[in-house]
């Protein structure tokens, strides 16, 4: 009696397993069970997609609009701006006059500014609760000086000085407050000259597109840099939009309607997403307990524990692909129903969490693609070379960052592409992907001929080197993966103890023909001695 019930319990546990190494379509047809998960999947494809799409558009006004208002900005504020800015700044002065004038101007235009503007612009109140603008000066304490002897003198110690100018204040003689005491500046002393100042713009555009416009805050800043005392002046103009809710919106029309059209469509996705989200969590969860029966099983029958391959085979790496999607489109889709009714202005975050979510939703197709033995090379292919792959990046990197270090420190100086460790790391991959090798080369400055002779002998040696071999050794282990991963289409795959127990009932139907079970073959399928030369992973 008891070595029937340990058979029963033996054959139970065998079906139990098939059927959940099964596709849905097999699935389907071997207990008519309706694949909601797919279903569902495919519905929420289609409308996530459709949600960060229109998403997008709104998002792209916004950023439209900033762009706009900064351009227009630049030319009302900055004197003489060609509409050009110069490297990292907008323009610069070479004299105490000119410095002035652009001082002056940025001043005047502000006072001006209803009357000149083309936007729709108003003044904001900065942090003191006033309507004005505010500028402050930094200088050292004692100023820098050239004795005869030709020594230098000067206490490192920086004064700030700060003044509010208010409408009042601008509304009366220029005079008055151009020539107070404050705007006698000593350039020998001076650091730098910083202006700032708020104003309130409204964007009009996305009521064609039926939206509740936006109400934007932009906080103002222009720098003169003197730091350098070089004899340029560098002008630079930052402006910090955010949005704020609108107050007394009274627009008539069909906009409301619309509002509420995308706040339904909006939750009906959070609703999909938390059914998906609840099915793939199930699934997990269903799939534990029957590797814990399994594992007890084959423990207490064969008296010996599963490798760890087989254990990993019960965790579905694409039902954790979907949770982390679902669950970063619900948070996402709170916070565009909040932006969308003016409750919260972070576009950002929404972008960020809306469109990892949808690439992480695209990539899962990939999972229904691989039922089919043709499309899942690149799945099988990846699977068997990323861990070689991930390796060898590691070594490479180390001379990557070698290459990053010494372009930067010797020819910072003397070319643009490498004046900072970011920009050098850009440049230096843009050479391995082929792009712009002449005008790395050619910018380079000829001031010191021992720099440029080194910096010939850099570019040859890492184009060569990361070209000519690194990039033919990556792609030689991806090669190599994908002939072995055709070998074993061809042959067979390894087989695993968990495979070996399921085809144990005498079934000639080959149940488990699921890609990922070659990878196994690194601690526990049963293989010749003969046959270690494909073994992918080591």
Same mark, same amino acid.
């Not at 309706?34 to 459709?50: H, R």
């Not at 009274?250 to 619309?258: A, D, E, M, P, T």
């Given at each position: +009696?008891?070595?029937?019930?340990?058979?029963?319990?033996?054959?139970?546990?065998?079906?139990?397993?098939?059927?959940?190494?099964?596709?849905?379509?097999?699935?389907?047809?071997?207990?008519?069970?309706?694949?909601?998960?797919?279903?569902?999947?495919?519905?929420?494809?289609?409308?996530?997609?459709?949600?960060?799409?229109?998403?997008?558009?709104?998002?792209?006004?916004?950023?439209?609009?900033?762009?706009?208002?900064?351009?227009?900005?630049?030319?009302?504020?900055?004197?003489?701006?060609?509409?050009?800015?110069?490297?990292?700044?907008?323009?610069? #002065?070479?004299?105490?006059?000119?410095?002035?004038?652009?001082?002056?101007?940025?001043?005047?235009?502000?006072?001006?500014?209803?009357?000149?503007?083309?936007?729709?612009?108003?003044?904001?109140?900065?942090?003191?609760?006033?309507?004005?603008?505010?500028?402050?000066?930094?200088?050292?304490?004692?100023?820098? +000086?050239?004795?005869?002897?030709?020594?230098?003198?000067?206490?490192?110690?920086?004064?700030?000085?700060? /003044?509010?100018?208010?409408?009042? =204040?601008?509304?009366?003689?220029?005079?008055?407050?151009?020539?107070?005491?404050?705007?006698?500046?000593?350039?020998?002393?001076?650091?730098? #000259?910083?202006?700032?100042?708020?104003?309130?713009?409204?964007?009009?555009?996305?009521?064609?597109?039926?939206?509740?416009?936006?109400?934007?805050?932009?906080?103002?800043?222009?720098?003169?840099?003197?730091?350098?005392?070089?004899?340029?002046?560098?002008?630079?103009?930052?402006?910090?939009?955010?949005?704020?809710?609108?107050?007394?919106?009274?627009?008539?029309?069909?906009?409301?309607?619309?509002?509420?059209?995308?706040?339904?469509?909006?939750?009906? #996705?959070?609703?999909?997403?938390?059914?998906?989200?609840?099915?793939?969590?199930?699934?997990?969860?269903?799939?534990?307990?029957?590797?814990?029966?399994?594992?007890?099983?084959?423990?207490?029958?064969?008296?010996?524990?599963?490798?760890?391959?087989?254990?990993?085979?019960?965790?579905?790496?694409?039902? =954790?692909?979907?949770?982390?999607?679902?669950?970063?489109?619900?948070?996402?889709?709170?916070?565009?129903?909040?932006?969308?009714?003016?409750?919260?202005?972070?576009?950002?975050?929404?972008?960020?969490?809306?469109?990892?979510?949808?690439?992480? =939703?695209? =990539?899962?197709?990939?999972?229904?693609?691989?039922?089919?033995?043709?499309?899942?090379?690149?799945?099988?292919?990846?699977?068997?070379?990323?861990?070689?792959?991930?390796?060898?990046?590691?070594?490479?990197?180390?001379?990557?960052?070698?290459?990053?270090?010494?372009?930067? /420190?010797?020819?910072?100086?003397?070319?643009?592409?490498?004046?900072?460790?970011?920009?050098?790391?850009?440049?230096?991959?843009?050479?391995?992907?082929?792009?712009?090798?002449?005008?790395?080369?050619?910018?380079?400055?000829?001031?010191?001929?021992?720099?440029?002779?080194?910096?010939?002998?850099?570019?040859?040696?890492? /184009?060569?080197?990361?070209?000519? +071999?690194?990039?033919?050794?990556?792609?030689?282990?991806?090669?190599?993966?994908?002939?072995?991963?055709?070998?074993?289409?061809?042959?067979?795959?390894?087989?695993?103890?968990?495979?070996?127990?399921?085809?144990?009932?005498?079934?000639?139907?080959?149940?488990?023909?699921?890609?990922?079970?070659?990878?196994?073959?690194?601690?526990?399928?049963?293989?010749?001695?003969?046959?270690?030369?494909?073994?992918? /992973?080591?």
């Amino acid at each position: +009696m008891a070595h029937l019930d340990c058979e029963m319990k033996e054959k139970c546990l065998r079906e139990d397993l098939k059927f959940y190494f099964m596709n849905p379509c097999e699935k389907y047809r071997a207990r008519h069970q309706i694949p909601w998960k797919l279903g569902l999947q495919i519905l929420k494809i289609v409308m996530v997609t459709a949600q960060l799409i229109r998403f997008g558009l709104s998002n792209q006004l916004v950023v439209a609009f900033k762009e706009d208002n900064t351009i227009a900005f630049k030319h009302l504020f900055l004197k003489g701006y060609s509409g050009i800015d110069e490297d990292d700044y907008s323009c610069s #002065v070479y004299t105490q006059e000119d410095a002035y004038e652009s001082i002056f101007f940025a001043i005047n235009q502000y006072h001006q500014l209803k009357n000149i503007s083309l936007g729709i612009l108003g003044y904001g109140k900065n942090e003191d609760n006033a309507i004005g603008l505010k500028v402050c000066k930094q200088h050292y304490k004692k100023g820098p +000086m050239l004795p005869s002897n030709e020594t230098l003198s000067v206490d490192s110690d920086i004064e700030s000085d700060c /003044i509010h100018l208010d409408l009042q =204040v601008l509304a009366r003689n220029t005079q008055d407050w151009k020539n107070s005491s404050f705007f006698r500046l000593e350039f020998s002393r001076l650091l730098q #000259v910083e202006i700032t100042f708020r104003l309130k713009g409204i964007d009009l555009q996305t009521i064609h597109s039926r939206e509740l416009p936006d109400c934007f805050i932009f906080q103002n800043t222009i720098t003169f840099d003197n730091k350098a005392h070089s004899g340029k002046i560098k002008i630079y103009f930052d402006s910090d939009a955010s949005i704020e809710e609108c107050k007394d919106l009274n627009i008539s029309g069909s906009i409301q309607k619309n509002t509420q059209y995308v706040l339904v469509f909006d939750a009906f #996705v959070i609703v999909i997403c938390l059914a998906s989200l609840v099915l793939c969590t199930r699934s997990i969860v269903l799939a534990l307990r029957l590797r814990k029966r399994f594992l007890n099983f084959f423990l207490e029958k064969y008296e010996r524990s599963v490798c760890d391959t087989d254990r990993w085979k019960f965790i579905n790496g694409w039902y =954790v692909l979907v949770i982390i999607s679902d669950l970063m489109t619900i948070i996402g889709s709170i916070l565009k129903m909040e932006i969308k009714v003016k409750n919260l202005t972070n576009y950002d975050l929404c972008s960020i969490l809306l469109g990892t979510s949808t690439l992480f =939703v695209w =990539v899962g197709v990939i999972r229904y693609l691989g039922y089919f033995q043709t499309y899942n090379v690149l799945i099988l292919t990846m699977q068997a070379s990323l861990p070689k792959v991930l390796r060898f990046c590691a070594c490479a990197g180390m001379i990557y960052l070698g290459y990053t270090f010494c372009g930067w /420190i010797v020819l910072g100086p003397y070319h643009d592409k490498f004046e900072d460790l970011n920009t050098v790391a850009e440049c230096l991959f843009s050479l391995v992907n082929g792009d712009d090798m002449f005008a790395t080369f050619a910018q380079i400055q000829q001031k010191s001929t021992l720099v440029w002779l080194f910096s010939r002998l850099y570019l040859y040696s890492f /184009i060569s080197l990361f070209i000519y +071999m690194i990039l033919s050794l990556f792609i030689a282990l991806i090669t190599d993966s994908y002939d072995t991963i055709k070998k074993y289409q061809q042959n067979g795959f390894p087989k695993t103890d968990l495979q070996d127990f399921l085809k144990e009932c005498g079934s000639k139907e080959e149940i488990q023909k699921e890609p990922s079970a070659f990878l196994s073959c690194a601690c526990c399928h049963k293989r010749k001695r003969s046959d270690d030369h494909l073994i992918l /992973i080591s």
